[in-house]
């Protein structure tokens, strides 16, 4: 039996006076009328209700819509009618470059005033050899008009604000999708290439105006938090930027640093701190200052904590240990192992090597000499790839079976190189090494990933392929350019770009397009996706290999196309890691733009190696850094290759 029929509509009935009569008074209506109103259910009245409010709020809004296109159309109207009658057509002019002797235009309040202390004694000879930039960068500024209207993103992170640009395509300092090499002329050049440098400066003074402000003499910024923490307390990020202030002609904040390790910096404490780092940042930091300024301060301090170093090679095997206490003169493995790593052991010897020939004292190129002639007659290799692991007391490979690119093994073979090149390509120990490996290289770790087929670097576990690759992979693009560029096979350059094109994608292809720490490739056909990123492997710690290798590769061949690369990486540090307050944040999660997360630390490497080699990248002068006379180490510091008349200290 069917339940009776409900009809699908509301019916209102008003009924009429009972009297028969008619009223026209307008009390009885007023009564009448709300009568009728009472008479109607709860349903009726509420339904009755809601299309008047819905029909009041699109009433608003067809008004305001027609409104607007009213007033839009005879705006335009008017413009349009303007421009035809009052408006001659003006072409677009480039400005004019500066000539000599021309007063530049007044400086931009943003511009910091150069220090009037007397400068290190190469400094002034450099300036002037580089002529007025002040006149180039008023020029610039002043061809560049900013939009009213543009306005800033800001990500508050619990109290701490981030500041975020929006940024597109063909902006201030962008690339222009038109633009090509073929039809970039002189001017246009030189004016991106002073104002990507000058982006590059002003993003590493208001880094540098968190460290001075929250951590001034410390190790290392927290910019979230406005505070510091401590690795080894001896002022790592001020030493590891010194020759980076330098190189970007930071005078100013080049004489506070210098005044800080004249006055302050002291290795005579009592604390344990990594042979490793310590080389590379503070060893390699004073040395380059050295080299760069001719100020002796820094040869005499790198003398110091050079000679402070020396007890991590008191060991029975001559492989140093990974830890020295720099005030006691004692050295000894980390607590959990006996082991060091393959990477910390073999790449502290351009930083000794340089030591002894500038002080004459052959021990340092000595330790590490015999560390890397007994890593040359190990047994263990595949190809000429090396363990992750060293033992000190044996002197043996350890955790065998294991080959990467990455963490743990990576600059063994970028020192391989550079030994050879810093030496004037005669130790022909390292360059066999080296050549070895790049085909090992080929051989056992090189694949292609699915579906776009980008050419990357995995690893090798007992005989099983892995795609998994670090972001510190991405210095090998570099290494190879510099080892074509010195004479090895061409196809070495042919494997550097193609390993270059990978890595920028290990950018583009994340939502805030900056690159996670580990990547895995896919490689199974029918793939979406080329890149997976797992969770834990999304964080961001403002790494410099990318950058390196753009800076090598572009140097090498000219291709634009480089340089636009690292542009948009620049942007994408400044969108999702700059602190308003001061300094740059690493952060947790690349594949979030809403919310990134921050780390709240920005390590010693983003000023010592990130900045200087995006200021090396837009610059146009191979001259600035030859890479002809300086070898770069592993944390970015110059050394000089040594003159090939020059006898060496053993």
């Known amino acids: ?105 007044p400086e931009q309040p943003s511009q910091r005033k150069l220090s009037n202390k007397r400068g290190p004694p190469v400094l002034p000879n450099r300036l002037q050899k580089k002529g007025n930039t002040s006149n180039i960068l008023s020029e610039v500024k002043a061809a560049d008009i900013k939009k009213e209207g543009d306005e800033e993103r800001v990500i508050s992170w619990r109290g701490a604000v981030i500041d975020t640009v929006q940024v597109t395509e063909g902006g201030k300092y962008g690339e222009n999708k038109e633009d090509s090499p073929g039809n970039r002329n002189v001017n246009q050049s030189k004016v991106l290439e002073t104002e990507r440098m000058e982006a590059v400066r002003e993003a590493f003074r208001h880094a540098w105006k968190g460290y001075k402000e929250y951590a001034w003499g410390h190790d290392e910024l927290r910019p979230v938090s406005r505070s510091y923490s401590e690795w080894f307390g001896l002022g790592l990020t001020l030493i590891d930027a010194l020759d980076t202030m330098w190189i970007l002609e930071l005078k100013q904040e080049f004489e506070e640093a210098r005044e800080w390790v004249a ?55 001559k492989i140093p240990y990974s830890d020295v206490n720099i005030g006691k003169g004692t050295a000894h493995p980390p607590r959990w192992t006996s082991d060091s790593t393959v990477a910390e052991v073999t790449s502290i010897q351009l930083e000794f090597r340089e030591l002894s020939r500038l002080t004459q004292e052959p021990q340092y190129q000595a330790a590490v000499a015999e560390v890397m002639n007994q890593v ?76 776009n087929g980008l050419v990357f670097v995995g690893e090798l576990s007992h ?91 572009y140097r090498f061949t000219k291709d634009r196309k480089y340089q636009d690369w690292g542009w948009k990486i620049l942007q994408n540090f400044n969108k999702y890691t700059k602190v308003s307050s001061g300094g740059y944040t690493s952060i947790n999660n690349v594949c979030d733009p809403d919310y990134p997360s921050p780390r709240d630390k920005m390590e010693s490497f983003f000023l010592g190696e990130t900045l200087k080699y995006f200021y090396l990248l837009f610059s146009e002068d191979a001259d600035l850094i030859s890479l002809d006379k300086y070898v770069f180490n592993t944390e970015a510091h110059p050394l000089p290759i040594w003159p090939p008349a020059e006898p060496q200290p053993l």
């Open 1 to 105: 039996m069917h339940a009776p029929s409900r009809p699908d509509y509301v019916s209102i009935h008003f009924t009429g006076q009972q009297t028969g009569s008619y009223n026209n008074g307008k009390q009885w209506r007023r009564q009448s009328y709300w009568r009728k109103w009472k008479q109607l259910s709860r349903l009726q009245r509420s339904l009755f209700l809601f299309m008047l409010v819905l029909l009041f709020i699109c009433g608003l809004a067809s008004y305001s819509s027609v409104t607007k296109q009213l007033r839009g159309f005879t705006v335009r109207e008017q413009e349009t009618e303007s421009n035809i009658l009052l408006k001659p057509f003006k072409p677009h002019v480039l400005p004019e470059p500066v000539r000599q002797g021309q007063d530049p235009l």
């Open 463 to 553: 005989g099983q392929f892995s795609p998994k690759m670090d972001h510190l992979v991405c210095f090998l693009p570099g290494t190879l350019a510099l080892g074509a560029h010195n004479g090895l096979p061409a196809d070495h350059m042919d494997l550097a770009k193609e390993l270059m094109h990978t890595c920028y994608q290990m950018y583009v292809q994340m939502e805030t397009g900056l690159s996670p720490e580990i990547v895995h490739f896919n490689m199974h056909q029918g793939s979406i996706r080329d890149i997976d990123v797992k969770p834990a492997d999304r964080h961001n710690l403002l790494r410099p290999e990318t950058v390196e290798s753009l800076f090598y590769l």
């Open 263 to 317: 006055s302050e910096l002291t290795f005579n404490k009592n604390v344990d701190v990594n042979l490793f780092e310590t080389t590379i940042r503070i060893l390699g930091g004073l040395l380059s200052t050295y080299h760069l300024t001719g100020d002796s301060l820094f040869l005499d301090k790198a003398k110091d904590i050079g000679s402070r170093l020396m007890p991590a090679f008191n060991t029975q095997s």
């Open 376 to 451: 040359h007659k190990l047994e263990g290799k595949l190809d000429g790839l090396v363990p992750m692991f060293i033992n000190t007391n044996s002197g043996q490979f350890t955790h065998q079976g294991i080959y990467t690119l990455g963490a743990r093994a990576d600059s063994y073979y970028e020192y391989l190189l550079k030994q050879w090149i810093q030496g004037g390509k005669k130790e022909n120990q390292f360059l066999e090494d080296y050549l070895q490996a790049i085909e090992g290289v080929k051989k056992n770790l090189l694949q292609k990933s699915s579906p």
